[in-house]
């Protein structure tokens, strides 16, 4: 079984940038498609990005297109988002996901994803 380790959010400013690392334990992780989503106090929990096995397809929500870019190292079993040009409403705690499949495709509903990282905090003032 693999778990899944989140590290890298913190308190940025407006415009500043912040790298999120997941760490997997296990041997499978190439077997999984990894998801990155977030939520906000008060809110639902949302997609944020995701990329399949083999890193070659990735989607993201259109609010954070363009300013986020997700990756993943397969012999390091890490998934990365990095994140730029982040704003207030980039507030969240921040999950990583994942989810043992066959497809090389990704899957962007939080119902599709059967791991969860514990989530880290991502704060970005005005």
């Known amino acids: 079984q693999v778990q899944l380790v989140e590290s890298g959010g913190g308190l940025v400013q407006a415009g500043g940038s912040l790298r999120l690392s997941c760490a997997a334990s296990?041997?499978?992780?190439?077997?999984?498609?990894m998801g990155w989503f977030r939520q906000a106090p008060g809110k639902e929990r949302e997609f944020v990005a995701a990329?399949?096995?083999?890193?070659?397809?990735?989607r993201y929500a259109d609010s954070v297109k363009g300013r986020f870019t997700i990756s993943r190292d397969n012999v390091k079993n890490t998934v990365y988002l990095q994140m730029n040009s982040l704003q207030p409403e980039d507030t969240a705690v921040y999950y990583c996901?994942?989810?043992?499949?066959?497809?090389?495709?990704?899957?962007?509903?939080?119902?599709?994803?059967?791991?969860w990282g514990q989530g880290t905090q991502v704060t970005v003032s005005s």
């Open positions: 996901a994942g989810r043992l499949t066959l497809s090389v495709g990704v899957a962007v509903g939080v119902n599709g994803y059967s791991l």
């Open positions: 990329i399949s096995r083999s890193g070659g397809s990735t």
């Open positions: 296990g041997r499978t992780f190439s077997n999984y498609g």
